[in-house]
C-alpha cells in the first residue's frame, strides 16, 4: 500500500493544534473546579439555614470566584448583602450582572429589580425610583408599581401616587379608590398651608370624586366651612357623615355641638347625637351630648348609662365631672361603678414583667418561664416601677 505524503502534510497541524489544545486545558483541573464549586455553594446555604450570615457570605463568594458565569449564585449573594444592610456590596453584585452582555432578557430584569430593592432600602429614593421605573413593561410591572406608589407616599408626592394608583387600577390590581381619596385630602392641606383656598377646594372635590362615601373628605369639608364661619352648611356635610359613617363621626362630635350651638341647632343636633349614642355609645359623643343639654340630671343619667354599657376610665371621670358640677353626692350604686372600672384598669399594672424578655405575669417568679432567665423579674408591680 503505498504512503501518500500529503495526508502526513495535513495531519501534522491538526496534531500540532490538538496537542496545543491539550497543554492549555487541564481536565483534571475542570473536574475539580466542577466538584468544588457546587461543594462551596451547599456550604454556604448550610451556614445560611443555621443563621451564620458571614460565614454564609464568605462561602459564596468562593463559589462565585470558582464559576463567574453562574447568575444563580450572584442573585444569592447580593440577597444577602441586603439582608445585612451591606447595600453598596449588594448593589455592585447587580450592576456587575446587568453589564455582562451575555445576560438573557429575564435574569437581566431580575437584576434591575434585586438593584431597585437595593436602592430602596439604603434609601437612595431617586435612584430607587429610576430603577423602579425601568422595570415597567416587564414581568415586575405590577411590583415595580406598587414600589412606585409606596416611594411616594414616603417622599409625599402624592400627585406622583394619585397618577401610580390610577395606573395600578387599569392594570386589575384592585380598587384604590380610598387612598387616592386621602392622597387628595393631602393636597387640599398643602394648598391650605399655603393659602391656595381655589385648589384645596378643588382636591376635596376630586377626593369626594374618588371615593364618595370616604369619610375623610366630608370631616375636612366640614372643618373648612367651619373655619369660614359657615356652620349650618358644616352642619349638613356632617349629617351625610351620620348617616354614611356613624363610627367615624366621633372625630368631629365636639365640632358638631359647637357648630350647633353656633347656629341655634341645638335641639335637632342633640337629637341626632342621642339617636347615635344609643346605638353606638362613646365617650365623645356622651360630652357632645353635654354640651348640648342643659339639664344635670338627664347628663348622669345618661353618663350612668354609658358607665354600664362601656366601663371605661373615661366613662367613670365623666360620671366624677357630672356629680362634682352638680354638688349632689354619689349614689352607692355609681360608687360601686366607678370602683370597679378603676379596679379593672389597675390590673393591668398589678403585673410583673420580665425585663429580660418582657413576659408578664400576675405573681413573681425567681425563674422567667419564657426565657427561662434567673433574677430576671424586679420586686416591684409594673404600677410602681
Same mark, same amino acid.
Given at each position: ?122 434609601? !437612595? ?150 339617636? !347615635? ?7 365623645? !359623643? ?33 360620671? !366624677? ?65
Amino acid at each position: 500500500m503505498d504512503f501518500d505524503i500529503q495526508w502526513l502534510l495535513l495531519g501534522l497541524p491538526v496534531a500540532f493544534a490538538l496537542g496545543w489544545l491539550a497543554s492549555r486545558f487541564d481536565f483534571r483541573q475542570l473536574k475539580r473546579e466542577q466538584r468544588d464549586a457546587p461543594k462551596a455553594y451547599f456550604k454556604g446555604l448550610n451556614l445560611l439555614l443555621n443563621e451564620q450570615h458571614d460565614k454564609a457570605i464568605d462561602a459564596f463568594i468562593e463559589a462565585v470566584q470558582q464559576d463567574p458565569d453562574t447568575s444563580d449564585l450572584h442573585f444569592a449573594l447580593g440577597n444577602l448583602f441586603r439582608r445585612r444592610g451591606e447595600y453598596e456590596r449588594a448593589v455592585r453584585v447587580h450592576q456587575h450582572l446587568l453589564n455582562r452582555a451575555d445576560l438573557p432578557r429575564a435574569e437581566r430584569d431580575r437584576a434591575q429589580h434585586g438593584l431597585a430593592q437595593d436602592f430602596m432600602q439604603a434609601g !437612595l429614593f431617586d435612584r430607587a425610583e429610576t430603577a423602579w421605573r425601568a422595570l415597567e413593561g416587564t414581568a415586575y410591572d405590577t411590583d415595580a408599581r406598587l414600589a412606585l406608589l409606596t416611594l411616594h407616599e414616603r417622599s409625599r408626592d402624592w400627585r406622583a401616587a394619585v397618577d401610580d394608583a390610577l395606573k395600578l387600577e387599569r392594570g386589575s390590581t384592585g380598587s384604590y379608590a380610598s387612598r387616592i381619596a386621602h392622597y387628595w385630602c393631602e393636597l387640599a392641606l398643602e394648598a391650605d398651608a399655603k393659602q391656595q383656598t381655589a385648589d384645596a377646594d378643588e382636591a376635596l372635590r376630586r377626593a369626594h370624586d374618588a371615593a364618595p362615601q370616604a369619610a375623610r373628605p366630608m370631616v375636612m369639608a366640614g372643618r373648612r366651612l367651619v373655619r369660614q364661619g359657615r356652620h349650618a352648611e358644616a352642619l349638613e356635610v356632617w349629617n351625610e357623615l351620620l348617616a354614611t359613617h356613624p363610627s367615624s363621626f366621633n372625630l368631629i362630635a365636639g365640632d358638631y355641638a359647637s357648630s350647633a350651638i353656633a347656629c341655634s341647632a341645638q335641639d335637632a343636633a342633640r337629637l341626632r347625637l342621642v339617636a !347615635l349614642h344609643h346605638k353606638k355609645p362613646s365617650i365623645d !359623643l356622651l360630652n357632645a351630648i353635654g354640651a348640648l343639654d342643659a339639664d344635670p340630671a338627664s347628663r348622669r343619667d345618661r353618663t350612668r348609662r354609658q358607665l354600664s354599657l362601656l366601663p371605661t376610665l373615661s366613662a367613670a371621670q365623666a360620671m !366624677l365631672h357630672e356629680y362634682q358640677a352638680s354638688a349632689v353626692p354619689l349614689l352607692p350604686a355609681d360608687l360601686e361603678a366607678v370602683n370597679e372600672v378603676i379596679g379593672r384598669a389597675a390590673r393591668a399594672g398589678q403585673r410583673y414583667r420580665c425585663a429580660a424578655c418582657g413576659f408578664e405575669a400576675q405573681h413573681h417568679y425567681w425563674q422567667c418561664p419564657g426565657c427561662l432567665g434567673w433574677d430576671t423579674y424586679p420586686p416591684q408591680r409594673l404600677e410602681e416601677l
